[in-house]
């Protein structure tokens, strides 16, 4: 019997600088949260990003067809499951990804999720529960993703929660309470994400706030279409930040719950996250005149209360 074939440390050493790359690059917030690990569980979270990071650029590709980004994930994800299974591969990410997971016993599951949480956003209905109302008509190009606030929270889950119960494998617990709190915590970061991202992802033809919500405010799809109204949106924008605020709660429990010295990288995770919430409410949630972010200097200032943390 041929034993499973194991990169040698030099491809595993390249392996892991290519991802510590990638995540440098594009992980505007999740990167600085990095910074304050120690060096090994710094490597894994780089290679979890990189992996989450290329599952949404295959989704997210505008040169390919709905059908060609899905067969592409479906590929992605068999070429992980190749590796997870002891065959060669020379991509970085597959490798590193693998190392890690088998280093911090992460569930592969977990990371299939990952991916099919990706795919929900090139599924032509990726919002129609068992028994619920069919989807609205798109509008010239728009779609509401989902139906009810139960439907998001499914979407949600894969893509934000799985990340957060990944993350504590590498941060390291014991009690399975964590879980729980892990979950709540990626809701909480999701939403925030749903509420800064209205009008890019109306652009990528996407509308990810539920049509139940929308309906409660009298609010129309096709008013995503050129110059929203921001005080019309307010509302509907309050309600969904108001949910993101209970879940937020769970990131201060979780602290307590994961190895001490991931505490301070979670706490600038969760400060950071819950800072560019608050930024949206001071403008009044207009996020339709410009992108909200946070400046280098904010997250630099939490970061280094992280510093303080780790060393104190």
Known sequence: MLMPWSPAPAQLTMAYSVCRGITRTNAKNFYYAFLVLPKRKRESLSAVYA??????????????????????LNTWLDGLHRVQQGEPSDDPILLALTDTQRR???????????????AM??????????GAVPPILPVAGLTVQYQTFEDLKVYCYRVASVVGLVCIHIFGYRDPAAEALAEQCGLAFQLTNIIRDVKEDAAMG??????EDLATFDLSVAELLSAPDPARFRPLLAMEA???????????QLSSYISEDSQPALSVLVNIYRKLLEKIAE?????????????VSEKLRILGKGFLQRIT
Not at 242 to 252: H, L, P, S, T, V
Request: aromatic share 10%; hydrophobic share 30%.
């Open 242 to 252: 108001d949910r993101a605020r209970e879940y937020y709660k769970a990131g201060e």
């Open 283 to 295: 403008r009044q949630y207009d996020v339709f005149s410009g992108k909200v972010s946070l400046t």
């Open 51 to 72: 992996f989450m990071r290329r599952c949404d650029d295959i989704a997210d590709d505008p040169a390919l067809g709905i059908e060609e980004r899905r067969n592409k």
């Open 206 to 211: 996407r509308v990810y706030l539920p049509q």
């Open 121 to 130: 956003d090139v599924d032509p209905e990726p919002g129609v529960s068992e």
């Open 104 to 118: 911090y016993t992460i569930p592969a599951g977990l990371l299939d999720e990952l991916a099919i949480g990706t």
